[in-house]
């Protein structure tokens, strides 16, 4: 009951956080120059063409009107047209970011297992091999790009082993993808039974999911790390040892102590790299929705951009509106 | 009456990572606290008084030494120890907040230390119950969580959580130092309230001197890992016979207007690094009275009478500078006139 008052409480406030993010979105993107009236007709055009072109995207009105309109669309379900690929952006964005959503999800939780279980391992044992491999590892996780290691792992596993299929997408050209139905690749593979796209699709994901797990690992396990260790060392936990409690469960009561914190640094990574894998993308050929909004701000193709902004804006919230039902969950406190 | 406790020639060295130095945290400490005794362990930060009670507790391992409780030995740490011994010696932390799992119920906090004792829950919960009732919180507190107590109530917490296991020992690391002054007297009282009840002998930790007055029956001073004297508490106020005693009585500001502590030994510079320790007398450099053979041999401790054991080579002249005596003496007595306590003992 308190947790659904407290869901309640929570989604009241994302009607309003998302017409403020609308807003502050829609003038930013209209505040980088350039004019895509110019882009769209090429260096040989009129200045009346241009003009006419411009009255007709409705480019001569004033902001707040443009933004007035953008609105009334939008409340219609009409996130505009993108004019580099003359589909409405909704399409392509529901093609697109579900791409962008697997990808991350499958890297994250990559990061997860590996960044959880090597923190753990080391807060165990402070002066075990497991601690050495894991400082060394927080150290090259944080100073490699991942642009760089997904290059590297290309060049090993695609070039010189010839383990997985050419970073070209999400799926072998020659495999005739499912139709969709969340978009999730590999999902609708499994929905449909088509075993052999599964593979393929599943052969694609491999070396991204492993780029990103490989570096968002890294403030995983140092957060884990510290907390942990921060925890162990306190005096609740020497009194739990003095009271001859078993050392694995003073460990799985820090551990709970501790999971807040690691909770909230996941969460930041997932929002941050639905954007943030970008790179990623671009090295595997992914056409995820991070690269459809590059290629809009790039190209002053607005509506693209501000439906990218939407979309993560949404799912942020409903991450964060997540992550505060785990709070919820873990922290007794919170709801006493 | 044999003691409950006996320490023999402690020594505790922490090795510095990456350094082949050690620190020498006790440097052959050795005191006794008899059945429902107080032995109040007094001395500035760094002295060694935590580590101290650590090892006592069996948190840490010493390095040499002894420990022996009631006659058993238990210089291991605690999982070793003989298992009929887990629970008669417990330990109360500086920091009430931080003692406390914040995600635990007052009420299992309570009851932890007896979930790896067996006995089925119905005797667990009375158990509980007894404990929260004898240091004065309410039934309807279990419930709570340490964050949803004032620190005085969680410091109450700590107690109740030690004596659940019916010890003969509460190590009583600076209970009272992140209380407020009321809140401070409340614990002391409740401390001195148990101990009559139950007959628990404390070491009481601290660096507050009144206060250690006040609850202690002997007091040992330390000062770099060792203890340089030790005693009858008011006998060790009235004639403190080391200097680095009198330097430190003398550091308390009495909370009365017309007493004042006049010393007239003043203890110069910082404390020596435990890394490397002085060679003779560890305040030979700070002490107006040190002289040649002080700075090449540790004085040995020496009885002055009523187990009063000082090491000091001149504690005859010190005896002779000290007037803090009356001072404490005078003071104690106006305590005790305004609160209207009797035998240290609060009027009931």
């Not at chain 1, 999902?187 to 699709?201: I, K, M, Q």
């Not at chain 1, 799985?252 to 790179?279: D, E, F, K, W």
């Not at chain 2, 929260?132 to 107690?159: F, H, K, N, T, W």
Request: glycine share 8%; with cysteine.
């Amino acid at each position: 009951m308190n947790l659904l008052l407290f869901i309640g409480r929570r989604l009241l406030f994302i009607a309003p956080q998302l017409l403020g993010i609308v807003l502050v979105s829609f003038m930013l993107v209209k505040s980088i120059p350039g004019d895509p009236a110019v882009l769209m007709l090429g260096p040989t055009a009129t200045p009346e063409a241009i003009a006419s072109l411009r009255n007709s995207l409705g480019l001569d009105y004033s902001l707040p009107v443009q933004f007035w309109i953008y609105l009334q669309h939008l409340a219609l379900g009409d996130l505009g047209t993108s004019w580099q690929t003359t589909r409405p952006v909704l399409e392509d964005l529901l093609q697109r970011f579900p791409a962008t959503l697997e990808l991350v999800t499958l890297g994250l939780l990559t990061a997860v297992v590996i960044g959880i279980s090597l923190g753990l391992a080391s807060a165990f044992n402070r002066h075990g091999v497991l601690a050495r491999i894991a400082d060394f590892y927080g150290l090259g996780a944080g100073s490699l790009p991942d642009f760089w290691l997904a290059l590297v792992l290309i060049f090993v596993f695609y070039t010189l082993l010839q383990w997985v299929p050419a970073p070209l997408g999400r799926i072998d050209i020659a495999v005739i993808p499912p139709n969709p139905i969340t978009g999730f690749l590999t999902v609708d593979c499994l929905l449909t039974g088509n075993w052999e796209a599964l593979r393929s699709a599943l052969g694609h994901l491999l070396l991204p999911v492993m780029t990103l797990g490989l570096i968002n690992a890294g403030p995983i396990l140092k957060m884990t790390q510290s907390t942990m260790e921060k925890i162990l060392q306190s005096d609740f936990s020497h009194y739990q040892v003095l009271c001859g409690i078993p050392h694995r469960m003073v460990v799985r009561h820090a551990l709970h102590n501790a999971l807040p914190s690691v909770v909230t640094i996941i969460s930041v990574l997932y929002g941050y790299l639905i954007g943030g894998a970008v790179l990623v993308e671009i090295v595997f050929s992914w056409g995820g929705a991070g690269q459809y909004a590059v290629q809009g701000v790039l190209n002053s193709d607005l509506y693209p951009v501000l439906g990218f902004v939407l979309f993560s804006a949404i799912f942020s919230l409903f991450v964060y509106l997540f992550v505060d039902i785990i709070y919820f969950t873990i922290d007794p406190r919170i709801g006493h | 009456m044999s003691p409950v406790l006996e320490v023999e020639g402690l020594y505790k060295r922490f090795p510095i990572a990456g350094s082949r130095s050690v620190v020498q945290a006790i440097n052959g400490v050795s005191f006794s606290i008899g059945p429902g005794e107080t032995l109040g362990l007094v001395g500035e930060s760094g002295s060694g008084k935590t580590t101290v009670g650590r090892c006592i507790v069996g948190l840490i391992e010493a390095s040499a030494g002894t420990l022996r409780f009631k006659g058993a030995n238990i210089s291991m740490p605690r999982a070793r120890r003989p298992r009929d011994l887990f629970g008669k010696i417990q330990l109360v932390f500086q920091e009430p907040a931080e003692s406390l799992d914040p995600l635990m119920r007052i009420g299992r906090s309570i009851e932890e230390p007896l979930l790896t004792r067996g006995g089925s829950a119905v005797e667990r919960r009375e158990r509980v119950l007894r404990a929260v009732e004898q240091v004065g919180l309410r039934r309807e507190m279990l419930d709570l969580y340490p964050a949803e107590l004032s620190a005085g109530q969680q410091q109450r917490v700590g107690i109740a959580r030690a004596i659940i296991t019916r010890p003969e020992l509460i190590v009583l690391d600076e209970p009272t130092s992140a209380l407020d002054p009321t809140a401070r007297a409340e614990i002391i009282e409740l401390l001195m309230k148990i101990q009559r009840e139950l007959g628990t002998s404390y070491l009481f930790i601290s660096h507050d001197l009144s206060t250690v007055r006040f609850i202690s029956h002997r007091i040992a001073v330390m000062y770099l890992g060792m203890v340089v004297e030790q005693g009858d508490a008011a006998e060790v106020f009235a004639q403190a016979r080391h200097p680095y005693s009198v330097g430190l009585l003398s550091s308390v500001l009495l909370p009365h207007p017309h007493l004042s502590i006049e010393a007239n030994i003043s203890l110069k510079g910082e404390i020596p690094s435990p890394i490397n320790l002085p060679s003779g007398c560890y305040l030979a450099s700070r002490c107006p009275l040190a002289e040649e053979r002080c700075r090449h041999a540790m004085p040995p401790a020496e009885d002055v009478g009523g187990g009063h054991l000082v090491h000091c080579f001149r504690h005859r002249d010190v005896a002779r500078y000290d007037r803090i005596t009356d001072t404490f003496e005078q003071f104690q007595q106006e305590a005790e006139r305004i609160l209207g306590i009797h035998d240290g003992l609060p009027a009931a």
